[in-house]
């Protein structure tokens, strides 16, 4: 009898290592799937950046790739979540319309102990997405930010457009009304040379000229025949110039220059700074705090007053920076931890609608997601508004994800509605 026993505890083991494995392998596939799909959707909108930079701006197409890895986390923190909830929904609904639920509840599995393996994978990348948001993400928007401010002072290539307002050139705002791009020709020219701070700048005009590059390739040449220089002097004279040829160098920066920049805003901020940062916040609010309440207790007069109106100015100003902190924080938390929320989520939708396929489940799991972030975003600007410390009310969107997977999952698994067991348990 101990034998027999011993050996359907052996193949209840085995069948529970098979189960587990085939969850994992079900799940992990459309994760990756789903994750580089969004991934490409969301990178999309930089794309089209980076050709302009590339093309306009002559930036290294090493510079380009670059930005573009920089640009990647920040896709990530959000592509990750949606993918989570679109492979839980897809593979949980493949389970149900296969009906290996009910083949699971057939052996006495609980069906329950499916989300054993699925659910510690997801916990540990919940936890991980906690270190990304807080570490890798900042530091990778402000590197972007700061190479994005270089390749903004990087001139661009020489490639002059039609009327437009060119202000590419140190000093100088320049207007062709006409370009011939293959010899360089232009005409109808309009130069603004600006003379410095309060000064009316001196306009250059020709109806012709040539534009070129020197031989050493420092400067763009503007070779103009046949114009006016106009230009306003200090004691309110005016002077005008007529000429046969004038000749304009301007300096051609090629090189990108990169630097380094000191400030960082609370998204480029590390996990560790922030909080430090909100904590100096806290620290000098509260003494800020202190100090109006003293002060309150003088003698009432204009001097007082003024006093406390500008203790009240400071402490509305370090409310709302303890608030940028604070909420970033728990941002960075919230959008870490959903990726657990939505897989349970997505799971019970998959099995309550037992349908699978990689279509409906981007769809529906776009859909559900829009919803997440519209709140998401929502309970950002309540939380600016209320002003409540800690700010809580950034997971409100999470909170509901909370009991809307436990009631979808009760209908699920147990085929009855958790909020009718809950009013018949309550009512007794």
């Avoid at 979540?81 to 949980?92: E, M, Q, T």
């Avoid at 005008?240 to 160098?249: A, G, R, S, V, Y």
């Amino acid at each position: 009898m101990e034998l027999f026993l011993s050996k359907i505890s052996l193949i209840k083991f085995n069948s529970m290592k098979i189960l587990y494995r085939e969850t994992i392998k079900e799940f992990v596939l459309p994760l990756i799937w789903a994750n580089l799909i969004m991934t490409g959707i969301l990178l999309l909108d930089r794309i089209f950046l980076l050709i302009d930079l590339l093309i306009k701006k002559g930036v290294s197409f090493r510079i380009v790739c670059e930005l573009m890895l920089y640009s990647l986390p920040f896709v990530l923190s959000f592509s990750t979540p949606i993918g989570v909830l679109i492979a839980s929904i897809i593979s949980f609904g493949r389970i149900s319309q296969d009906n290996e639920l009910v083949a699971i509840r057939s052996l006495g599995i609980n069906p329950l102990k499916l989300f054993m393996p699925v659910g510690i994978f997801v916990l540990t990348l919940s936890l991980f997405m906690i270190f990304f948001n807080g570490y890798i993400l900042p530091e990778s928007m402000y590197r972007a930010r700061n190479l994005l401010a270089d390749i903004s002072q990087k001139k661009p290539t020489l490639r002059i457009y039609e009327k437009v307002f060119i202000e590419d050139f140190s000093g100088y705002v320049l207007y062709f009304g006409n370009v011939d791009e293959k010899t360089g020709n232009v005409k109808e020219v309009s130069i603004w040379q600006k003379q410095g701070f309060g000064l009316k700048p001196t306009l250059i005009q020709a109806q012709e000229g040539k534009i070129f590059i020197s031989p050493d390739e420092k400067y763009l040449i503007v070779r103009l025949k046949n114009g006016t220089i106009s230009e306003l002097l200090p004691d309110n004279k005016y002077r005008h110039i007529n000429f046969t040829d004038h000749e304009i160098n301007l300096e051609v920066n090629w090189e990108l220059i990169r630097r380094e920049r000191k400030y960082r805003s609370p998204r480029e901020l590390l996990h560790k700074d922030l909080y430090k940062r909100m904590l100096q916040s806290q620290k000098e609010l509260k003494n800020l705090k202190n100090s109006y309440k003293a002060l309150e207790k003088k003698q009432n007069n204009d001097v007082t007053n003024y006093y406390l109106s500008e203790i009240l100015a400071k402490m509305n100003s370090k409310t709302q920076e303890y608030l940028r902190y604070s909420i970033e924080i728990e941002k960075r938390h919230a959008l870490a931890i959903s990726c657990l929320l939505l897989l349970f989520l997505g799971s019970g939708l998959g099995m309550l609608l037992r349908r699978s396929g990689l279509g409906f489940g981007f769809v529906l799991g776009l859909l559900v997601y829009a919803g997440y972030y519209i709140i998401f975003l929502a309970s950002e600007e309540f939380s600016y508004l209320i002003k409540i410390s800690p700010p809580v009310l950034i997971w409100l969107a999470n909170f509901i994800l909370i009991p809307s997977a436990i009631e979808i999952l009760s209908i699920t698994i147990t085929e009855e509605s958790f909020l009718k067991r809950l009013k018949r348990h309550f009512v007794r």
